[in-house]
């Protein structure tokens, strides 16, 4: 039986206080027990905030991860980029550690600088060694690096290259979002239940169980160019894809436990619309308590 968490990436919408440290309570009473801190335009909360937000996370069976700035680039040919993005990571690792949150989400880099996409793997995985030491040199081995399937063609994060990250580094483990594989594939995969699948098999194939307690995901509705990823959408609105129902069909047939953000635009709004989705095709047992 999975075991599935539900939750917003960053301050739910629909609460009225501006207090982040309120949330936590705010997602218990709606019935969500996941939350994504976005530090994505810099780390910029304070250890004894981050430190209440983890108890009040604690109090209510919150599980937190943090998402990192987007301005990393770990394999940019400047060197100035590769220093100022391990120092965002490791800031971030920090703020996770802080307040108890268990991922640290990012997205590795472009492809642009490196004369091929094979060597922007290698120049991503160089340059996460020193923040996998940093890890360990605070005693944060609680704190996993996620680097996340990215939603463009021009960035480093297909599903064979978090993979291959993972694989050459402690303290890495990949992580799916379901939208950006659909729009990197042109809404050619996550057609199918088969398709989330064979995600989670390869994962588990090719990682071991670890990758997969829990997996952590995001999900939204996207819209995609040629490039790929162009903007993320509702539940409702249905024009786009990936269906949530393959999704939770793929965690449910598998019995992994997982973690689903939310990146839709009405956040804890579509999570629990995910839940109930979910609660109906699995029964409410397989969401977690």
């Known amino acids: 039986m999975p075991r599935l968490r539900f939750g917003p990436a960053g301050k739910p919408i629909s609460m009225k206080s501006s207090d982040m440290l309120k949330a936590p309570e705010f997602l ?26 983890g108890e009040e996370a604690r109090k209510y069976d919150i599980l937190l991860s943090l998402h990192a700035p987007y301005f990393i680039n770990l394999a940019s040919a400047k060197k100035s980029t590769v220093e100022a993005s391990i120092t965002r990571l490791k800031e971030s690792v920090r703020a ?4 108890g949150s268990y991922i640290v989400v990012f997205h590795p880099g472009y492809y642009r600088d490196a004369p091929s996409k094979e060597e922007a793997v290698e120049w991503v995985i160089k340059n996460l060694e020193p923040v996998v030491e940093y890890i ?39 992580v799916i979002d379901w939208a950006h594989l659909y729009a990197r594939h042109q809404g050619k995969f996550i057609t199918s239940v088969d398709d989330v699948i064979k995600v989670i098999e390869k994962l588990e194939k090719e990682l071991g169980e670890y990758a997969l307690k829990p997996l952590h995901t995001h999900f939204s509705r996207i819209e995609y160019g040629k490039g790929g990823e162009k903007k993320h959408h509702t539940l409702a609105e ?41 609660s109906k095709i699995c029964g409410v047992k397989c969401v977690a308590d």
């Not at 996770?96 to 307040?99: G, L």
């Not at 291959?164 to 483990?173: G, M, P, S, T």
């Not at 024009?239 to 956040?267: D, N």
């Open 28 to 53: 218990h009473e709606i019935g969500l027990n996941a939350m994504e801190y976005e530090a994505v335009r810099g780390v910029r909360i304070s250890e004894d905030k981050a430190r209440k937000l």
């Open 96 to 99: 996770s550690a802080w307040m």
């Open 136 to 174: 360990e040199e605070i005693k944060a081995e609680n704190v996993w690096l996620g680097p996340e399937t990215t939603g463009k063609i021009t960035q480093v994060g297909d599903l064979d290259e978090v993979i291959e990250i993972a694989r050459r580094l402690d303290h890495v483990k990949p």
């Open 238 to 278: 249905t024009q786009y894809g990936p269906e949530f129902e393959h999704v939770c069909r793929g965690l449910t047939e598998t019995g992994i436990e997982a973690v689903i953000i939310s990146e839709s635009p009405i956040l804890e709004q579509d999570a629990l619309v995910m839940k109930k989705i979910c």
